[in-house]
């Protein structure tokens, strides 16, 4: 129950301060963006180091910039080129610079210097541009309302899932990556989760019932495979925490690891059942 009110208490923070900020605006939220991502970075690195893995840090922070800011309603607006995006343009234009460096000032293993690298700006900076994706999806007003549907379906299904496992757990779900998650804690957050939407999408008359099922099903897959990512990153590197920013709740990435995955995942859901209608 310590751990319950513990996770109750960081959520609920954590919540308060993400709604503030989305609220205000892409203003508030890029400098937000921002650090979680050098925080992100930062934390991804330390890991690394420990397992003397190298990347080109410079090159990782300016990238992470590039990508958050490409990923603003205004770029979004003028495209390169029609369906394309500013996002896809910054993430060539860095892969091919690492690439370059690699073979003008080669390290003692090139490849894996680029892979890491690669993967570090792909899985925070560019996951969280979907934030300010989402957050103007179809615009200003709307996107308030359906950046309210992960934060509020992923808290629930934390919740959902930790009385799941708590009290019925009994078939591991991922023993291998992460031994604590069960079967029934994911059933049980799935149901959590698929509450709060539907109750969401009845009183604000943007979904069906149907629709809110499908929705809940993606959101939670996609939040219980964002900490199951994470595990397994921290596994692969031999880590228990990403990091200690937050004493008793490890680092950033420790806390945003199931929103990585729901927002995007939720931006991607508007994309091909709302807004393609």
């Known amino acids: 129950m310590e751990s319950l009110s513990s996770r109750v208490l960081t959520a609920v923070v954590g919540f308060a301060i993400i709604s503030v900020i989305v609220w205000i605006g892409w203003w508030a939220m890029l400098p937000a963006l921002m650090f979680l991502s050098v925080m992100g970075l930062y934390e991804y690195i330390r890991m690394l180091d420990r397992n003397d893995i190298d990347v080109r840090r410079a090159s990782l922070a300016v990238f992470a910039a590039a990508l958050i800011v490409a990923s603003l309603p205004v770029w979004a607006q003028t495209p390169p080129w029609p369906g394309g995006s500013w996002r896809e343009v910054v993430l060539t234009v860095a892969l091919g610079y690492l690439l370059v460096m ?3 000032r080669p390290g003692e293993r090139p490849l894996e210097r680029v892979v890491y690298s690669m993967f570090g700006l792909l899985y925070i900076p560019w ?9 103007y999806s179809p615009d200003a007003t709307a996107g308030l309302l ?3 549907l992960p934060l509020l379906a992923t808290f629930a299904a934390d919740i959902g899932g930790f009385f799941g496992g708590y009290y019925f757990g009994r078939r591991k779900l991922a023993p291998e990556v ?8 994911a059933i049980g957050g799935l149901l959590a989760g698929f509450l709060i939407v539907l109750v969401i999408s ?29 595990s397994l990153i921290k596994r692969a590197l031999r880590t228990k925490d990403s990091g200690t920013s937050l004493p008793g709740h490890g680092g950033f ?8 995955f729901a927002v995007p995942a939720t931006y991607l859901f508007l994309q091909i059942s709302v807004f393609s209608r």
């Open 202 to 230: 009845s009183l604000s008359g943007i979904w069906s019932p149907l629709e809110s099922l499908l929705y809940s099903i993606l959101v939670a897959s996609a939040s219980q495979l964002g900490d199951l990512a994470e």
């Open 146 to 148: 359906y950046f309210a």
């Open 178 to 185: 992460s031994p604590g998650k069960t079967i029934e804690g």
């Open 127 to 135: 996951l969280l541009g979907y934030f300010l994706l989402l957050r």
């Open 102 to 104: 690699e073979v003008v």
């Open 253 to 260: 990435l420790d806390r945003i690891d199931s929103l990585l």
